[in-house]
């Protein structure tokens, strides 16, 4: 099985940068994802990593890894509209089914 | 190109009762997944099909069901349904379903059981 451990919600500024941390353990990694997740919406793609490093796409990056089972997602200039929740999801294990982590609620004030 | 569409939207069952539920993937697109999302638990794979067969399955007891027919689109069916199986249920569909593709998610239907 595995395990993914995110917090659950985190608050920051507009204008703020944040990472949201995520956790993993797990056999045979075939890749993470990051999506993001509105009230009430459906969840969409951020990003997807399966090598170390960092993915740089606009205002959000993402950085994988694999050694020490851990990812960061990172928001720059922080805007109301990305209150949301940030779901991690991992594929393993000869699958490339992702299983997703609870999510983390970013609360974003003024 | 139109996106994941799911129905119904909404729906509201009494224990015992079954569902059908429906997903229409994008166009092309051949690999279809469903979830369960609750409060409790996030979001839960149930199952996978690719060209009209499942190809990867979730930790679901065998009340949840599904398949896919040859244009590509899926039906989830729960039969003898329970108060713990009220929850958001999302269809996602990639086009070949491997770890480079990107899951596109329908909005999702909200299933309630009394």
């Known amino acids: 099985g595995q395990n993914i451990d995110q917090p659950t919600e985190m608050t920051a500024t507009e204008g703020a940068i944040v990472q949201i941390n995520c956790t993993y353990q797990?056999?045979?990694?075939?890749?993470l994802f990051w999506y993001q997740q509105h009230a009430g919406e459906a969840p969409t793609f951020l990003s997807y990593?399966?090598?170390?490093g960092l993915e740089e796409k606009g205002r959000f990056s993402s950085f994988l890894s694999r050694s020490k089972g851990y990812s960061y997602l990172l928001l720059k200039e922080l805007q109301m509209k990305d209150s949301a929740s940030y779901l991690c999801?991992?594929?393993?294990?000869?699958?490339?089914?992702?299983?997703f982590g609870r999510g983390t609620s970013l609360i974003v004030h003024p | 190109k139109a996106g994941v569409t799911q129905t119904p939207r909404y729906l509201i069952k009494t224990r015992g009762q079954q569902v059908t539920l429906s997903c229409s993937p994008i166009?092309?697109?051949?690999?279809v997944s469903w979830y369960q999302q609750t409060p409790g638990q996030g979001l839960q794979f149930l199952f996978e099909?690719?060209?009209?067969?499942?190809?990867n399955k979730g930790n679901f007891p065998g009340r949840f069901s599904g398949r896919q027919f040859s244009n590509s689109r899926s039906e989830m069916n729960v039969s003898t349904l329970e108060l713990g199986d009220s929850a958001l249920y999302l269809c996602?569909?990639?086009?070949?379903?491997?770890?480079?593709?990107?899951?596109?998610f329908g909005p999702g239907t909200r299933l309630t059981v009394l």
């Open positions: 166009s092309g697109h051949r690999s």
């Open positions: 996602a569909s990639s086009r070949i379903g491997t770890n480079t593709d990107t899951q596109y």
């Open positions: 990593n399966v090598l170390d």
């Open positions: 099909y690719f060209s009209e067969t499942q190809r």
């Open positions: 797990t056999s045979g990694f075939n890749g």
């Open positions: 999801a991992v594929a393993s294990g000869g699958s490339y089914i992702p299983t």
